[in-house]
């Protein structure tokens, strides 16, 4: 009988790991992935000065009224650049995106756009962490998406793709084309 | 050859020296702030890497949280206090020892569990083994037993 519930145990302990197993192979549980604190608090502010303009200062407040995606970038992280061609697409969808320039150089953050496009609003420059910290950031690419009433309602840790925005980001925006007609 | 081994000797030897120089020296008002400093980033970890804390730590946001704790320690916050900022920030994830609360439950207490029911596993395993031992020896001497009173 003992031996019988000892199979059992190992059945069971088993199954746990092929579930944990499967879900890792699938994407869904990330092992590295630290939960955010952020969820249903009010964004925290940004506060640095525009890329472009280092005279202008990109603030939170900006974005008011607005439901909005911030996202944060480098010009040295791959996955950015994956993430890039997405990122114009939603631009085109109208979705307005502050972008947080995170421990990069000033001219080559400004040459990438000008290659790849620029899909932001605004771009918030941050050489030193501050505002990543600010975030509780810990990679890039990292995406927040901030609801009219300024409050942090979903995160991806990782590149935006059309899964994650379906899945994650899509059902917070009524859909609107560029030309202000909803789809 | 010998220009080879003295020239991978001199390569090795500015290896370390550039992974020296990688930990910033800074220079405090007291020996109270240093220890707060030393204490800090003994305890917070570094975010991007396995298992280590910001003192062990090359990578970059490791180096910006150096800064910080230092920034806000020259600013006169005590270390709770700086505690608590990475914490509303990064979670509990961000200490090496979490605190006790039922989110971290199985952290702190899963080991000892674990511990606990191998233990009763292994005793229970020996009494059995030892009774069915016990058993057969009996079994033997009632035989003898047998045989002797029945020489008799």
Redesign the interface.
Known sequence: M?RFGILIGFFLLMGVFAVVLDRMGSGEYNPRD????FIGRAAPQINVPDLYEPNTIVKTSDMQGQVWLFNVWGTWCPECWREHEYLMHLKTQGIPIVGLNW?DDRSEAQSMLSRMGNPFVKIGFDP???V?????V??APETFLIDADGKVVAKHAGGITPAVWQQKFQKYFTPVAANGQQL | MIKFRSLLCLLLLSVSLTTQAKIESREFADAQMEDDYQALVAELRCLVCQNQNLADSNAELAQDMRAKVYKMLNEGKSKTEIADFMVTRYGDFVLYRPPVKSSTFLLWFGPFIFLLLAGIFVVSFIRRQSVSEKSVVDQQLQKKAHSLLDDE
């Open positions: 003992a630290i939960p955010t604190e421990r030193d962490s501050s990543a910290m600010d975030w509780g810990y990679g």
